[in-house]
């Protein structure tokens, strides 16, 4: 099993910065890949970004790309979503997942295989 924690939501002002950060612990982090999703309320989870267990390959939605980025530091088991120029349509639940597959950094929620609890974002107009 892996646990995931996020943290680092909030409100913030549409034209804002935040950035999330997700910790695993109970297995070797740098065997999985890591993704961010988010579900806004009355949607479906949507993909927002992800990154090889490596870090030497990225994939972000195009929703976000030029102001999401993702990353990763293995030595310290996380994961940060940095989000810039955030709009109200940015508004979600954002959720962190773990997949076995190490060199996964697609959109497929199945993929997936542990999720944190989520951290809320609000971006206000």
């Known amino acids: 099993q892996v646990q995931l924690v996020e943290s680092g939501g909030g409100l913030v002002q549409a034209g804002g910065s935040l950035r999330l950060s997700c910790v695993a612990s109970?297995?070797?982090?740098?065997?999985?890949?890591m993704g961010w999703f988010r579900q806004a309320p009355g949607k479906e989870r949507d993909f927002v970004a992800a990154?090889?267990?490596?870090?030497?390959?990225?994939n972000t939605a195009d929703s976000v790309k030029g102001r999401f980025t993702i990353s990763r530091d293995n030595a310290k088991n996380t994961v940060y979503l940095q989000m810039n120029s955030l709009k109200p349509e940015d508004t979600a639940v954002y959720y962190c997942?773990?997949?076995?597959?190490?060199?996964?950094?697609?959109?497929?929620?199945?993929?997936?295989?542990?999720w944190g609890q989520g951290t809320q974002v609000t971006v206000s107009s």
């Open positions: 990154i090889r267990s490596s870090g030497s390959r990225t």
């Open positions: 997942a773990a997949a076995q597959g190490a060199w996964y950094t697609g959109s497929d929620s199945n993929q997936y295989d542990f």
């Open positions: 109970g297995r070797t982090f740098s065997n999985y890949a």
